[in-house]
């Protein structure tokens, strides 16, 4: 088993920024991809960007040039810049990783945008 556990959601302005962090722990064998998905109310969960151990990304159309993912693999930890925030990035934000075969999921960040 792998535990995700995120953190650095909040309350933040329209063009305001966050940095959201997500932390692996347990049996670790990989981490061969990690990415954060996110979900809107209404709205299906969707990526927002992705990972792998060798540095390649991954984003969604809608937030390139504004957001930033990274990894530090010395901590298995993932993170994601998020700059130039907007009202319709208001969503909760979950960690995701694919370890050695197996999908796992954090508990979700709630990030909100006011306008």
């Known amino acids: 088993q792998v535990q995700l556990v995120e953190s650095g959601g909040g309350l933040v302005q329209d063009g305001g920024s966050l940095r959201l962090s997500c932390a692996a722990s347990?049996?670790?064998?990989?981490?061969?991809?990690m990415g954060w998905y996110r979900q809107a109310p209404g709205k299906q969960r969707e990526l927002v960007a992705s990972?792998?151990?060798?540095?390649?990304?991954n984003y969604a159309d809608s937030v390139k040039g504004r957001f930033s993912i990274s990894r530090d693999n010395a901590k298995n930890t993932m993170y994601l810049q998020m700059n130039s925030l907007k009202p319709e990035d208001t969503a909760i934000y979950y960690c995701?990783?694919?370890?050695?075969?197996?999908?796992?999921w954090g508990q979700g960040t709630q990030v909100t945008v006011s306008s």
């Open positions: 995701n990783v694919f370890n050695a075969g197996y999908i796992y």
């Open positions: 347990g049996s670790i064998l990989s981490l061969d991809v």
């Open positions: 990972v792998t151990s060798g540095g390649n990304t």
